[in-house]
């Protein structure tokens, strides 16, 4: 195994000391998968207070970040390393921590505390791998099982319940059988996670490659963290355009997009209004009329929930209440919504409908597909051109109006009338041609 410099001195300082050490968990799997790690973890038989005094000997610095439970973090060249003392857990009381843990000696101990067989691994260049737990074997076939008892796991750590779906959806990797019946079985546990733990690990399931098959297999893991989408479980589509009901619509859509948190999340959330809004006509057509708008109500609200940052909440929110807005491939409603949008989350929103399009019935939805497709490609040449768009883009400005007469809010009513006007000609946009408009506007 091939670690980086800064980590292999980190081994090295401990050694050099008479400590036996190891790379462990996801950068061995990593290793052993043939895939780039960044992230090392190390695992040694030396107590926390011996492991500070190893580092003070080689002079890497390090901080006090889990005393406690035997962490400490080191830090060279600003990577950080995460350093914890051989262990076994005590009982676990919160559905997360254990009250106490104890240290051993023995490396094969402390990796049967550890969650799956495929994070129970250890390497140095001395012993080469342990594999207690038979780790190797489950990687070379793709299967995620938990070290031990799988309910004894989850009761002990409900947080990897949400970490074996991730594995699932980042490593394309299948959940065993047992481990998958007690995933399903232990689900209710995760009210007991904070949520900000739960957030951070279902945004890296979203942006897996097996996501789909992931959150339509446990969509009652989902409900538990999201329970506004369980109403979407069951809720069919009657309609020529949809081929699922709302919650594999919805599904289809986060793996149809790019691999960008805040798209793949509003793209979850951007029809959990529908089932409060469905009816059905008298031909037994359903309808889902405002669906956007309770969308975005109930999405307002998950967020705050899951804690998400107000950035990431702003875009979520504006993608989910606009997803279902009209647009047209001609100058004035391109550019209208890229002034409106701004350049970056004008393209989101072509790539919000393109992947809500492609999981609908692609016998009347494909034509839809193509022309979101013609609107970006239109939309990247207005931008490359420099065409104006926006009002700062006109030939003249507010004071140029005042100059003129205007005032107040009428300044602001005017520059839209004129950049709407030069966004379908923008041969219009000649400082005396807009001004002598300004003047015949004035007099109407």
Partial sequence: MKANENANLILNALNDCGYEAYFVGGCVRDYIMGRECNDYDITTCAKPLE??????????????????HGTITAVINDESFEITTYRTDGDYIDS??????????????????????????AYNKKNGIVDKFNGVDDISKEIIRTVGNPNERFSEDALRIMRALRFSSTLGFDIEQETSYAIHKNAHLLNNISVERIYSELIKLLLGDNCESVLLEYKDVIGVIIPELVNTFDCLQNTKWHLYDVYTHTVKSVAACAKIDYIRLALLLHDVGKPAC????????????????KSFELSKEILKRLKVSRETSKKVLT????????????????????????????????????????????????????????????????????????????????????????????????????????????ELNEKAILLDIAKKDRKR
């Fill in 96 to 121: 997360r921590h254990p009250e106490n843990v104890n240290f051993v000696s023995s490396i094969c101990d402390d990796l049967a505390r550890r969650d799956f067989t495929i994070n129970a691994i």
């Fill in 319 to 426: 993608l989910v209440e606009i997803h279902d807005k009209k647009i047209y491939l001609t100058n004035e409603s391109v550019k209208r919504w890229i002034r409106q949008l701004g350049e970056d989350l004008f393209f989101d929103f072509m790539d919000v409908k393109i992947a809500d399009m492609s999981s609908h019935n692609l016998d009347y939805a494909g034509d839809s597909i193509i022309l979101f497709e013609k609107i970006k490609a239109f939309a990247k040449s207005i931008i490359e051109q420099k065409e104006p768009y926006k009002i700062s883009d006109l030939a003249i400005n507010g004071n140029d109006l005042k100059e003129l007469g205007y005032s107040g809010e009428k300044i602001k009513n005017e520059l839209e009338i004129l950049i709407s006007r030069v966004c379908n000609d923008k």
């Fill in 278 to 293: 469905k009816t059905t006509d008298e031909k037994n057509q359903d309808h889902f009329f405002g669906h956007p708008k």
């Fill in 51 to 68: 492991i500070e005094a190893a580092l003070d000997k080689a002079s890497i610095k390090y901080f006090e970040t889990g005393l406690k």
